[in-house]
DNA sequence: AATATCAATGTAAGCGCTTACATTGATTTA
DNA sequence: TAAATCAATGTAAGCGCTTACATTGATATT
């Protein structure tokens, strides 16, 4: 490692016989120089080697040319996946993105709030719209622009998802149609995840508009692993009646489920449906392969960079963008087994 | 959007009755002050709800408390589960990440690292060690500690992985000693991924020394989808005399081919066995069950950030970190059919 | 030819923070 | 009790950059 020391704004005006604001000027606004002046000062910064400091930079202007993400994992494939797309949108505005993990705590995404918050970015990515109005505040107060992403929010405040609700309550009436009556689910945990509580409001909601009371919809909440799928899958079955068919929050608790299911000797779709939602890879890959939801989570990156982009720069904005879901239907949704019972 | 200004370090030190210096040391060095005065200081930091300027501690600290990952694409899952215990050990340290993805060019790798650069990373977390000589003198000239990962290196750097090499080596063994001898490779496309190219290298050298000519042991390069792992595979069973067993470089090719073995009306492991290299989820969740190799992302992610910041603090660090990997026996691997042709 | 205009460049004041050094007052030492 | 010591805090000089404003000299306008 050598230990030149790092070359400044200054050396480089002084090797080009400039002013270090006439440098700052090629660098930043090359038009604002005549041409012989700037490649004079161009091949000084090539001689010496030169960037731009950035503390020095961001502290001048004010700006960073930073975006920070807070998602709950990247171990979801999903949020993986929008982030990629989201980085490489970004990168082609010229903007760097700094990552964190809230691991779906309030108020682990508050801290990274706040430590993104002091490293100047630009604008922040957020998942969803369930967290304390303090840390909205936060953000509203510091002047930086965001957005939630996964979801579409209430009233206020900018998003680009999808309806969590809608998209359930299609699947649901899908599920009905089938002549499924006895249905139950697996939710993601609800508490300050709205996607989470949002795919489950709407299956409740559909079944109860078919006449299927809340209470006779047994609904049980976990954490998005495969065990937790099959665990909750198996109390799900040890009920009585047993459900017909198995409603999963994603295709995680999904194919849990199913691999539960093959444990107990229940055939997919013969004695008992299964659905997911997000339509990973996972979904298409497993035997049977999974009825679930697609949603495009890489246009969903996409989209929301350049929204965030725009707000960034204050350009007009629509409030929210929904990207559009579908139903996937593929092999393990069913007409329930025929009711002996009856 | 409020207009407050954001309150600087100044304006705490008025608050709390004391000069700026006081008020840095309580962030950065508590023990420094005393407890009264620190307590009167962060009551004013609280209330102020002040948060430290990121430009001007980098201006004047000549540190950023940033580190740089440039991965191939979080849509692999493994560098996506690497990364996620990578950043949470980092934020264990106060660092935060910077992520950037070089979509497996060299090239675009390059330029990823000029921009963290430019950003003042205090060191930088790169993937493998296939890459132009030009990049790696760039990182030291620039003095920014770096490290390799996911595999290991030859004569210099510093790497924490495992020996892609010897674990495909070892499944290789395995497979010939189940009984096949006409074996065949999906490898990922070897050209500067070096973790693409030991995995083949591990079979192939194998092979040899087992009495399989390299002539007689079909590869078939890909992109790592599905699609193309189905069709390297269906290439591959074209071949006359057909394979008996091929390996597969990385999981996601493996369930390419085995999607592509069912299309076929191939029996797995009956009529062919297939193995895989990762140990994703995918693998465990297929029927049949995938024969792969367990590499613990985690634990690598893990162990990078430890490192990268002994490199970074200039403590000692050894030189190379090997992560044990492990063959997971699972169904997709058994004896070759009977040879009729014989 | 005198004046107004304007593009190109220079001057210099910070941006918010850290830190070497200076100051202060209490405690220890002789 | 005076001197020495030391912990706690303050003072103030930058860190490298951007940018409002000032200056200059050439060109356009009358």
Known sequence: MSDFAKPTLDDVARAAGVSTATVSRCL???????????????KAVEALGYTPDFGGRALASR???????????????????????FQEALSKFGKTLLVASSGYSPAREREQMEVMAGRGVD???????????????????????????????????YFV????????????????????????????ISQMNDRAADRMEGVRATAERAGIARAQLPVIEAAYTFDDGARAFGELM??????????????VLAVGAMQKARELGLGVPEDVS????????????????????????????EAAAEMLIKLINKQPVERQIEIP????????LGPPPVDHSA
């Open 325 to 332: 879901t579908a139903i996937v239907e593929r092999d393990t």
């Open 274 to 301: 299964i659905t997911g939602f997000d339509d990973i890879d996972l979904a298409s890959v497993v035997a049977p392969k999974l009825t679930t939801i697609r949603v495009p989570h890489r246009r969903m990156g």
């Open 238 to 251: 040890a009920l009585s009646p047993r459900p017909t068919a198995v409603m999963c929050g994603n295709d």
């Open 123 to 157: 604008g922040m990515l957020l998942i969803g719209s369930a967290r304390p109005d303090s840390s909205v505040d936060f953000l509203r107060r510091r002047g930086i622009p965001f957005l939630g992403a996964w979801n579409l929010g209430d009233a206020e405040g």
């Open 28 to 42: 930043n606004a090359p038009d604002r120089v005549i041409a012989p002046t700037r490649e004079r000062v161009m």
């Open 63 to 85: 700006r960073t040319n930073t975006v920070g993400a807070i998602i709950p994992t990247m171990d979801n494939a999903i949020f993986a996946r929008g982030l990629q797309s």
């Open 161 to 188: 998802g999808f309806d969590n609700h809608a998209a359930a309550a299609e699947l649901t009436q899908m599920v009905l149609d089938k002549g499924h009556r006895r249905l139950a689910m697996i939710a993601g």
